[in-house]
């Protein structure tokens, strides 16, 4: 099964964009890319998903390496709202999700 | 549109004492998942359920979990007897397929 390996903290300025990494050396060539993100008390929620091409939404942009061993999930303006730990999930049998520790990431102001 | 509830929100029992955490997943959505976290760390998966089957339950500790999901709409979790080591957030999810996974807000187990 794929794993992933993401720093454990990060920390960003307000309003500065912020590049969250990924590594996933093992992955396959059908695996999906995604993204959740967990805010402090709350369930994760979504924030994109990709399978080869850079993809964009309005909370991120998820940029996928050529060789797909690795991704940057982009937030463009950090908010103090995007202190969050974020998790890099590469599902096992294309749905079970297997979360590691993700990165928790401090907004500064 | 209400998103995935769950109830209690927070439960404190004694060990040895049973509990039952209930999830109501949003409307339509045919797969169910229970997820339970540790304090600092990912969700993990417990079991999934794919209308009212449950399609992976290898990770949920049978001699004292288990769970329902009759009429795959709502699910009920339980644990019988509770261990000091289940304090934990439990997590319910649900989505349409494939797509991406909603959660509800969990509800915080204190096992005193």
């Known amino acids: 099964d794929a794993k992933t390996t993401q720093p454990n903290s990060m920390e960003s300025n307000e309003e500065e964009p912020v590049h969250l990494p990924c590594n996933h050396s093992?992955?396959?060539?059908?695996?999906?890319i995604h993204w959740y993100r967990q805010l402090p008390s709350q369930g994760p929620e979504y924030v994109i998903h990709?399978?080869?091409s850079n993809v964009n939404n309005r909370m991120a942009s998820l940029a996928i390496a050529e060789d797909r061993k690795s991704s940057t999930l982009i937030l463009h303006r950090a908010t103090l709202r995007d202190a969050a730990v974020y998790y890099c999930?590469?599902?096992?049998?294309?749905?079970?999700?297997?979360f590691g520790p993700g990165t928790r990431l401090s907004v500064l102001p | 549109e209400a998103g995935v509830v769950q109830s209690p929100r927070y439960k404190i029992i004694e060990k040895k004492q049973p509990v039952a955490f209930w999830c109501n997943p949003i409307?339509?959505?045919?797969?169910l998942y229970w997820y339970r976290q540790n304090l600092g760390q990912g969700p993990e998966l417990l079991i999934r359920?794919?209308?009212?089957?449950?399609?992976?339950d290898s990770q949920l500790p049978k001699d004292r979990f288990s769970a329902e999901r009759l009429k795959g709409v709502d699910s009920t979790l339980k644990i019988q007897p509770a261990e000091l080591g289940d304090s934990a957030v439990y997590l319910c999810?649900?989505?349409?397929?494939?797509?991406?996974?909603?959660f509800g807000p969990g509800t915080r187990l204190t096992v005193l």
């Open positions: 093992t992955i396959s060539g059908t695996d999906y």
């Open positions: 409307s339509g959505h045919n797969t």
């Open positions: 990709g399978l080869t």
């Open positions: 999810a649900s989505s349409l397929g494939f797509d991406e996974q909603f």
């Open positions: 359920y794919e209308n009212e089957e449950a399609v992976d």
């Open positions: 999930i590469l599902p096992l049998y294309g749905q079970n999700f297997v």
